[in-house]
Nanobody
Framework: QVQLVESGGGLVQPGGSLRLSCAAS????????MDWYRQGPGKQREWVAS???????NYADSVKGRFTISRDNDKNTVYLQMNDLKPEDTAVYYC???????WGAGTQVTVSS
């Protein structure tokens, strides 16, 4: 059983940056693909980025060039560096691990002036 805990969310002005963290426990972290998803107000949950066991990264078109996903297998943590934030990035951000379909509880990111 894998437990995931996100942190690092908050209120930031447009154009600002945040770094989200997702700490994993209870599993073999390096063996999982890790993903970030988000769900904005009144919207469906959408995939944001993924990083494979081997470090291959993929991004949604809406965040490409602004967000960077990374992982530290020694710390059992995956990160999402978010730069040039826009109001439309406002959402609850979730990390997920697969296989197994494990999810964290999410962290709120609000982009507003």
């Amino acid at each position: 059983q894998v437990q995931l805990v996100e942190s690092g969310g908050g209120l930031v002005q447009p154009g600002g940056s945040l770094r989200l963290s997702c700490a994993a426990s209870g599993g073999i972290f390096w063996s999982y693909e890790m993903d970030w998803y988000r769900q904005g107000p009144g919207k469906q949950r959408e995939w944001v980025a993924s990083i494979s066991r081997g470090g291959n990264r993929n991004y949604a078109d809406s965040v490409k060039g602004r967000f960077t996903i990374s992982r530290d297998n020694d710390k059992n943590t995956v990160y999402l560096q978010m730069n040039d934030l826009k109001p439309e990035d406002t959402a609850v951000y979730y990390c997920a691990a697969s296989p197994g379909d494990y999810w964290g509880a999410g962290t709120q990111v609000t982009v507003s002036s």
